[in-house]
């Protein structure tokens, strides 16, 4: 069964989300957390995910629902394609801490960076 949020709330100054959930669970997802697990194809390819980097500060502008099923999340770096089912929004609540520690040893196995200045500087070298 899928869990849905009774509450989910935008917080911009902060960039993040905020889900409740009826059995008293609250989870805070930082922007730059989902920006990096977005569903969309231009994340998670066809297959094979294509590790986002520079995302550090990146906000969310807006959140709409997509039927009864999932968020449409747009974000201040103009992505917005892909669709967060509950289940996926869920399931990123609560293995957080795994996925953003994998996140970083992928950015680090990459040479990669969260800060958007330094990855503009490499990509100009």
């Known amino acids: 069964m899928t869990s849905l949020p009774t509450a989910i709330n935008l917080h911009k100054a902060s960039k993040t989300l905020t889900l409740q959930y009826g059995t008293g669970e609250s989870y ?7 920006r990096v697990h977005s569903p969309s194809a231009e ?3 066809h297959g094979k995910p294509i590790l986002q980097f520079g995302k550090l500060g990146v906000g969310l502008t807006k959140i709409e629902p997509a039927g009864q099923y999932a968020l ?3 974000f201040d770096d103009g992505h917005d394609s892909g669709l967060f089912t509950w289940e996926y929004l869920y399931q990123l609540a609560v293995r957080q801490e795994d996925l953003w520690n994998d996140y970083l040893d992928e950015l680090r196995a990459a040479g990669k960076t969260r800060d958007p ?5 490499k990509l100009m070298l």
């Open 72 to 74: 449409k999340l747009t």
């Open 28 to 34: 805070t997802l930082p922007a730059e957390f989902l």
């Open 43 to 45: 994340v998670q390819g």
């Open 117 to 121: 200045a330094q990855s503009v500087v």
